[in-house]
């Protein structure tokens, strides 16, 4: 079992930034892809933005292409999702989420080994 806790959202302006973490509770954690989705009301889960064990290969999604940086650090079991120029369409609940598989860059909800509880990201006009 992999146990994700994801740390770092709240309320800012547009144009503003956060940086998101994503903290794992087993060592193995760095033989595991992670990947960030976020849910807004009403919409379906999206990904948004993936790392390879390593964090040799990154990945995201068009929509913040540019704006959205996701790195690792397995020495202390984290992910992160620094997240600049934020926009109120960024606005959602963010998910951290582990597979034991390279996905390259298709990443689908349905296919994840582990899932965090998710932190809100609002961002205001």
């Known amino acids: 079992q992999v146990q994700l806790v994801e740390s770092g959202g709240g309320l800012v302006q547009a144009g503003g930034s956060l940086r998101l973490s994503c903290a794992a509770s087993?060592?193995?954690?760095?033989?595991?892809?992670v990947g960030w989705f976020r849910q807004a009301p009403g919409k379906e889960r999206e990904f948004v933005a993936a790392i390879n064990w390593s964090g040799g290969s990154t990945y995201s999604a068009d929509s913040v292409k540019g704006r959205f940086t996701i790195s690792r650090d397995n020495a202390k079991n984290t992910v992160y999702l620094q997240m600049n120029s934020l926009k109120p369409e960024d606005t959602a609940v963010y998910y951290c989420?582990?597979?034991?598989?390279?996905?390259?860059?298709?990443?689908?909800?349905?296919?994840?080994?582990?899932w965090g509880r998710g932190t809100q990201v609002t961002v205001s006009s």
């Open positions: 989420a582990a597979v034991r598989a390279d996905y390259g860059s298709s990443w689908y909800p349905t296919e994840i080994d582990y």
């Open positions: 087993r060592r193995t954690f760095s033989s595991y892809s």
